[in-house]
């Protein structure tokens, strides 16, 4: 474990809460008590694709606390991350509940995500003041979705908008511009996180349907974001939502600027037809989207990310994420080469400081139980 | 390299490993069917506590689509990322030449009045005891 003295204060925009039971019984009391009884029967009910993971059961086989899972524990996730990295501030992204746009029961989903909005405000972020979270949405019903964002998207310590990289549309399409109407209205962020890639009511993971194994499931995560990214820009979503900020959570980074050359040449002579598309695509992205480290790119020569980190212009548009208590931890100090001290400021704390306006908000979080809509029991 | 008495031979059972400190660094040493393995507790790849990985055995290269599981007990996969290294040697079944561990020799014999000890357990010359040359 690192022991270090104390190091400059970092952002970790990409860390993982868990319920400490598979049956996530800490969630049943935010859900309405027309679902109690299903939930009490059937369990919580997300579907999965159904490949493996990596490490031990998915997670760093040194964070599994004495009881539950790892990510559930407060007092571990102080010890292993929040004070050995000398992290202040750590974005929440949960874990179980973030496939809930996968269900087909597009009520049913909403109202998992206004329970785990609940149980996050009540149970994680009001416990520890270097806590921030994402808020969930459903996208299978998009006024429901606005309406969420409107119910919890104030309130302090939320400062995100959260879904899965794997979708029925690509995020430019239109049905979701509602969302972005509200996201920028709120100054909040819309996040992509890796995840749920051909599972439940998605499209297929790959224009070629599913590979076989886990490691070709990682591989899809920048073919989703591509799709995503390309979306957003041609449907005209930065154009029509000029404040909008979107942010692509574990779908790797050294691809950015090899695919951009590629769409900016294209744009050059395709742009009549989406001529609201005013500036060549890269300078979209540089303006309106961060990107998360984690799992970093490992080239032969660590050295040739400093050149990447040219390209995709990374002193604006990326920002350090660990993904505790994920196996594929990238640790703060040894995951990077060795930067220069501006820019190592800029991907470790500035970006993400700015974006998520953390020197605006150090307010403490208030009581938040006179906010939930739902009806504990 | 010092000799350091790092308990008696009746603390390490087969099947059981024990973390040590000795001059800063953290060793993991290992009684994998009788015999003795120390390796360096620090994965070479990010810094992880390598030594808490799984002893294992692992799924040797082969033919596509066959399965072929060897070597069992001979394999530690570190806990962060899962790399798979010879508990023996240090060296990644990746790449055994390029990426490895550091190991240290381990014996067991009697302990000496001049030797390091890591315990608070008073070293006698009689028994045996477990030492690490690190």
New interface residues.
């Given amino acids: 474990?690192?022991e270090r003295p104390k190091s400059t204060p970092i952002i970790d925009c990409d860390v993982h809460n868990r319920f400490k039971d598979r049956q996530m019984s800490a969630l049943w009391p935010y859900l309405p008590r027309a679902y109690q009884e299903d939930v009490r029967e059937w369990g919580i009910n997300i579907p999965s694709v159904g490949y493996l993971n990596?490490?031990?059961r998915g997670y760093?086989?040194?964070s599994w606390p004495k009881e539950g899972f790892p990510g559930s524990d407060l007092d571990l996730m102080r010890e292993q991350l929040l004070d050995a990295y000398n992290v202040e501030y750590a974005i929440l992204l949960g874990q179980e509940l973030r496939p809930l746009s996968t269900l087909p029961n597009a009520d049913y989903a909403a109202c998992l995500a206004r329970a785990y909005n609940d149980y996050l405000l009540e149970h994680w972020l009001s416990t520890e003041s270097r806590l921030r979270g994402a808020m969930l949405i459903a996208t299978q019903d998009v006024p429901q979705a606005v309406e969420e964002i409107e119910r919890v998207g104030r309130l302090p310590g939320i400062v995100e908008v959260l879904v899965s990289n794997g979708a029925r549309l690509p995020y430019g399409n239109r049905y979701y511009h509602p969302v972005f109407e509200v996201c920028e209205a709120l100054g909040l962020p819309f996040a992509l996180h890796t995840g749920s890639e051909g599972a439940g009511i998605n499209g297929q993971p790959s224009v070629a349907g599913h590979g076989s194994y886990y490691i070709e499931n990682r591989q899809v995560r920048p073919q989703g974001y591509m799709t995503h990214l390309t979306s957003l820009i041609f449907e005209g979503v930065f154009e029509k939502f000029p404040k909008l900020r979107v942010v692509f959570i574990e779908g790797g980074y050294a691809w950015l600027a090899p695919f951009l050359w590629r769409l900016d040449a294209d744009w050059k002579g395709l742009r009549h037809q989406t001529p609201w598309v005013r500036k060549p695509p890269s300078e979209y992205v540089w303006e309106h989207v961060r990107f998360t480290s984690q799992p970093l790119e490992e080239p032969e020569h660590p050295s040739h990310l400093l050149e990447v980190f040219k390209w995709n212009r990374a002193e604006r548009t990326l920002m350090f994420s660990s993904d505790y208590a994920h196996?594929?931890?990238?640790?703060p100090?040894?995951?990077f080469p060795r930067l220069p001290d501006d820019l190592r400021r800029r991907i470790f704390y500035e970006t993400a400081s700015e974006l998520y306006r953390f020197h605006a908000q150090t307010a403490p979080v208030p009581d938040l139980s006179r906010s939930t809509t739902s009806e504990p029991v | 390299m010092e000799r350091c008495v790092i308990g008696r031979i009746s603390e390490f059972a087969p099947g059981s490993r024990k973390i040590v400190t000795v001059g800063g660094r953290s060793i993991g040493v290992f009684n994998i069917r009788g015999q003795f393995y120390a390796l360096r507790n620090r994965c070479p790849h990010q810094g992880a506590p390598l030594c808490l990985g799984r002893v294992k055995g692992t799924t040797l290269s082969s033919k596509p689509y066959e399965y072929v599981y060897g070597r069992d007990q001979e394999i530690i996969q570190c806990p962060w990322h899962g790399w798979e290294f010879e508990i023996a040697t240090g060296r990644t079944y990746f790449n055994p030449h390029r990426m490895r561990v550091k190991t240290y020799e381990v014996t067991v014999e009697s302990a000496g009045a001049d030797d390091v000890t890591l315990e608070t357990f008073e070293v006698t010359t009689e028994g045996e005891f477990v030492i690490l040359h690190a």
């Fill in positions: 474990m690192p990596g490490g031990d760093r086989g040194d196996w594929d931890f990238d640790s100090v040894d995951a």
